[in-house]
């Protein structure tokens, strides 16, 4: 386990101070992938990232950990905690602009992984946001257009399947695997290419 380094101490402490919260205790591990990925548990008052290769992402992965630390938590009908809502991203786009990730980095990064994160960037008028979501929008009614310029967040690769705690991620770009594509990917592991609104 590597010690986090001090700009990511030094955030967790400047993050906390602002919204008067505890701090949480931070666990910092290296990974020879381009993105991150982290994990906030509340019960433990712990943040873990696994930090892959890219400065801004690493950053924009802390900040969306404290964004799940600060959130109000709330549940959904069934008691499971509805992680990527409404009031999550309240605060997660807002420790984006105020910690330096930009607002197209940050568009690029969430909607990579949480589609449904451009609806709430729109909704806080986070600028290109509104772009970015008629894109998608366009793009899922007219597949067979589209051709927009999207920015290759990793290039594509062949995936490479490993369980992380009750996860299953792709080994290589670090992304989460889930529902159809983890069954079917389960039986012939397939290729894929991880991309970003322009
Ligand atoms: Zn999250
Ligand atoms: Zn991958």
């Keep these: ?6 700009w990511a101490r030094a955030l967790v402490l400047a993050v906390c101070a602002e919204a008067d919260a505890p701090t949480p205790r931070l666990t910092w591990r290296h990974h020879d992938r ?7 548990r509340r019960h433990s008052a712990s ?9 801004m992402d690493q950053r924009l992965t ?4 404290l964004a799940h630390w600060l959130a109000p938590v ?7 905690v509805a992680h990527h809502n409404a009031a999550f991203y309240d605060v997660a786009f807002g ?3 105020r910690h330096g990730v930009p607002d197209a980095f940050a568009l690029a990064a969430e909607s990579a992984r ?15 946001a509104e772009q970015a979501w008629h894109d998608r929008r366009a793009s899922l009614h007219e597949r067979a257009r589209r051709r927009r310029p999207m920015r290759v967040l990793v290039e594509e690769h062949r995936v490479r399947l490993i369980r992380d705690g009750r996860w299953t991620r792709c080994a290589v770009c670090g992304i ?8 079917r990917w389960r039986r012939r592991p397939g290729r894929h290419v991880l991309l970003g609104a322009a």
């Design 1 to 6: 386990m590597a010690e986090a380094p001090a």
């Design 74 to 80: 709330a549940h959904r009908r069934g008691g499971r």
């Design 114 to 128: 949480y589609a449904s994160s451009l609806t709430h960037a729109r909704r806080l008028e986070v600028p290109g």
């Design 34 to 40: 381009p993105m991150s990925s982290g994990v906030t």
């Design 47 to 55: 943040i873990s990232v696994v930090a892959g290769s890219d400065p």
């Design 62 to 65: 802390l900040l969306h950990e």
């Design 95 to 97: 420790l984006y602009r």
């Design 176 to 183: 989460r695997i889930v529902g159809p594509l983890l069954r």
